[in-house]
């Protein structure tokens, strides 16, 4: 089936001079379309190229710490897990540490296969892969550890890789994720909902 509630973003910007993970209030909220539009803008592109091509371990860090970012799991009054304002029915995936682009290239692309992903790209420096898959409901306070616990035994089987290489991170509610630029990203906007269920109990402690 198709999710049909609307997919919402806060995106965290500049704001009173700062920028990065140091800002945790955000600045606008977008939709999924506005969200696209935003990783294709000349600007994000720009930047995205400039922190690539940058001389320098230091130039590349100031450039780095004006990036924007934002939160895939719904729009947050601050960026902190109790502060959620609506949950999107998504999961954020990041693969790092891989040995090259053409093995990110590789990834990116079984993620495009698969009919869940709504978008799928290389990372700033093309040796990782950003992607979002439309998935069941989780509730926000269970939303970490299923996914840890579900979901990636799943992308690891499905990717094929090694299980250290999916950031266990974006899994957190608040957990903030950076634009990057790929020309060749792949978007679905008919993307359909993961039929996985996200059921995982804690093991009881002995009394």
Known sequence: MKLKKELRFSIFETLNSVSGAFQTTPTQTLNFNELLEYYNS???????????NAPTLKAK?????????????GTFSKRKNANILEKNNIVS?????????????????????????????????????????????ID???NQIQLKEI????????????????????FVLSQPHYFS???DMYINLDATV??????YKEPERPA
């Open 151 to 170: 979901f990636t035994p799943y992308l690891q089987n499905y990717l094929n890789i090694d299980v250290k290489k999916i950031d266990q991170a974006q």
């Open 93 to 137: 995936i990041d693969i790092d540490g891989l040995k090259d682009k053409k093995e990110a290239i590789e990834i990116r692309n079984k993620l495009a296969d698969h009919k869940s992903t709504l978008f799928a790209l290389l990372s700033t420096r093309g040796k990782g892969v950003k992607a979002m898959m439309r998935i069941n409901p």
């Open 61 to 73: 860090d100031k450039l780095k710490s004006k990036r924007a970012y934002y939160t895939p799991y």
């Open 42 to 52: 000349p600007e994000n592109k720009k930047l995205s190229e400039a922190i690539l």
């Open 181 to 183: 630029y790929d020309a």
């Open 140 to 142: 926000a306070k269970q």
């Open 194 to 199: 993961l039929d996985l269920e996200f059921n």
